[in-house]
């Protein structure tokens, strides 16, 4: 789970324009914002690469029953979407 947590944080930091030079999505930066609630299914990908945050089940050996998380381009299966989970 941490690891999961990790990845997404990597992830999403990886997609702040720090420079300001490329352009803005507009539903990442409505003033008005974008709700998300509770079950809502989520595609997360990088601006500029276009790679979607995706998971996978990866057999650890120790039995952690973790998930590896990645980007992949052009991937558009079940394991490239996210549900909101917390309220």
């Not at 941490?2 to 992830?11: D, E, Q, R, S, T």
Request: proline share 3%; net charge negative; hydrophobic share 40%.
């Amino acid at each position: 789970m941490a690891i999961g947590f990790f990845a997404l944080a990597v992830f999403l930091f990886l997609g702040l324009d720090l420079e300001g030079s490329y352009p803005s999505s507009a539903i990442a930066y409505s003033s008005e914002g974008v709700e998300i609630t509770y079950g809502t299914t989520l595609k997360l990908m990088h601006e500029r690469t276009k790679f979607r945050l995706h998971s996978h089940d990866v057999p650890y050996g120790s039995g952690s029953g973790q998930q590896s998380v990645t980007g992949f381009p052009n991937v558009d299966d079940a394991n490239s979407y996210w549900v909101r989970l917390l309220c």
